[in-house]
């Protein structure tokens, strides 16, 4: 996180510059702040005024991480310990990470991959095993056993400063319960932006549709839905002239039902629900503000033949792989859009030719102060087991492993990885690091509290126009969840 910063704010001081240069600013500017932005320079801590690390002899301590295996989570990475270095970097960074701070804080890493971790992680806490003292598993599945008093809460874990930069503390913002974080990740693991999600964009088609200057509407503050509406019905078409739309003709939009929906609706400023001063979960399905992002982006998905999704392909095309058609379908120049987390450059992006950038996801209108990205509910994050033994210890370790990796393995993520190998220009490197620099969650759709954030997503998908009907009937249900639920921690706190 920290190191993202760091680039980020470089790079929009070289923007400031040229700007100042030619007598204006291609960087919007606002005077005010939106509760849900955190700035890097607000975040950004220089490493020599760090908080000092407590002084705990590690003395051999072993952190045995419980994972899910890496074939499940595919688009995020698991890596933590690895057993020997490989030619790929960023395994090989982690690696020799680990190996230097085992040394110099003597403490060993051991780590457990399972496909099965979700369904035996309950069974281990209730037999009170202690064979492992950290998980590494889906967001979207430890937030609903963190509500079953699964997890440690890491605010009483002494040795970690979860309000440090090398956190991510647009989780901890959006996904604190009344003082309770029961999971976290940062720069201690890639997977935490891995997930981030943004928009490819096919320049080819681009180039071909006369669709240009989207790097400046972004720069400019004018990458709008609206705008993305006017691309995607511009290049939509029924290639072959059979009347019917699959995986062969031309889309505006190529994406997940939910993930790329949630998206669009987070980027206009949506949200199911949101934490007030105290950490307790209110419904803002029914602001006017969710109301209008909800009916723009119902709007986009109601354009004729805009939209594909990609787990449709499968169907439609012999049982081939969603990654081979979104690839297939990219080369093809059959979608102008494609949404999903910025590692599918890494994974299969990359075995396209075809030309193609980054751009964070579109702002409701121009008014809104900010591009909002969410981060996948899919994310992996950390917990430390409820009944674990030795948790300052563990904590300590993750903190000595996150504090360190803004430069052993963050760094040459973006730097590397990113501006040289998987992003094609500067302009678009750019984009990612506008995209990147703001992470938003919805505890609504984290613990989808009466299932309403995904009726919500299911019914803007349909582009029924249905929406307020629809988050009225759910509104009680998820209010009586989130009561049941502050209830039950008040009165184990009481207890």
């Not at 030619?87 to 457990?112: A, G, W």
């Not at 319960?177 to 940062?186: A, D, E, K, R, Y």
């Not at 693991?189 to 669709?211: H, S, W």
């Not at 379908?329 to 396209?352: T, V």
Request: proline share 3%; charged share 25%; with cysteine.
């Amino acid at each position: 996180m920290k190191t993202l910063q760091k680039i980020l704010c470089a790079m929009l001081a070289l923007l400031c510059i040229a700007g100042c240069a030619s007598g204006t600013s291609d960087v919007p500017s606002d005077d005010t702040t939106s509760p849900a932005e955190t700035t890097a320079e607000e975040t950004t801590v220089p490493a020599e005024t760090a908080p000092p690390l407590p002084d705990i002899k590690l003395d051999g301590h072993t952190v045995s991480l419980y994972k899910l295996a890496q074939d499940k989570i595919a688009w995020a990475s698991v890596t933590f310990a690895p057993e020997e270095s490989s030619s790929d970097l960023i395994n090989d960074n982690i690696y020799k990470r680990n190996q230097r701070l085992m040394e110099e804080y003597k403490f060993v890493l051991k780590e457990t991959a399972d496909k099965d971790i979700n369904k035996k992680i309950p069974t281990l806490s209730q037999a009170g095993d202690i064979t492992y003292n950290l998980y590494l598993n889906r967001l979207n599945q430890i937030s609903a056993q963190s509500l079953q008093g699964l997890f440690k809460n890491l605010r009483d874990v002494e040795t970690l400063f979860l309000d440090e930069a090398w956190w991510d503390q647009g989780m901890i913002r959006d996904l604190e319960l009344f003082g309770n974080m029961f999971f976290i990740n940062g720069d201690v693991n890639p997977g935490n932006n891995d997930t981030v999600q943004v928009l490819f964009y096919n320049k080819g088609l681009a180039d071909d549709m006369k669709i240009t200057g989207i790097y400046d509407m972004v720069r400019d503050g004018k990458w709008t839905v609206d705008r993305m509406m006017e691309m995607m019905t511009k290049v939509t078409h029924d290639v072959n002239g059979d009347g019917a739309m699959d995986y062969r003709d031309r889309y505006g939009l190529l994406g997940s039902a939910a993930e790329t929906v949630n998206s669009l609706f987070a980027g206009a400023m949506g949200r199911v629900a949101q934490l007030n001063s105290e950490g307790i979960p209110e419904i803002k399905a029914n602001t006017e503000a969710s109301e209008k992002a909800a009916a723009k982006i119902a709007a986009l998905y109601a354009i004729s033949g805009g939209n594909f999704d990609y787990s449709q392909f499968k169907k439609q095309n012999n049982g081939q792989t969603d990654r081979e058609g979104i690839v297939m379908m990219f080369q093809a120049k059959n979608c102008l859009f494609f949404g999903n987390g910025i590692s599918a450059s890494a994974q299969y992006m990359r075995e396209s030719d075809v030309d193609y950038g980054f751009l964070p996801y579109p702002k409701l209108d121009e008014n809104q102060d900010s591009y909002y990205s969410k981060v996948s509910y899919s994310v992996p994050v950390f917990a430390i087991p409820a009944h674990a033994d030795g948790a300052d210890k563990t904590g300590l370790v993750l903190e000595i492993l996150s504090r360190d990796s803004g430069e052993s393995v963050m760094k040459d993520y973006y730097e590397v990885c990113f501006s040289a190998k998987y992003v094609r220009d500067g302009d678009s490197y750019e984009m990612l690091l506008i995209a990147d620099s703001n992470h938003m969650y919805d505890p609504g759709n984290a613990f989808d509290w009466g299932k309403l954030g995904t009726n919500i997503t299911s019914v803007i998908y349909s582009g029924s126009g249905t929406y307020m009907s629809t988050v009225d009937a759910n509104k009680a249900a998820a209010e009586t969840a989130i009561k049941t639920m502050v209830d039950s921690f008040m009165k184990a706190k009481q207890g």
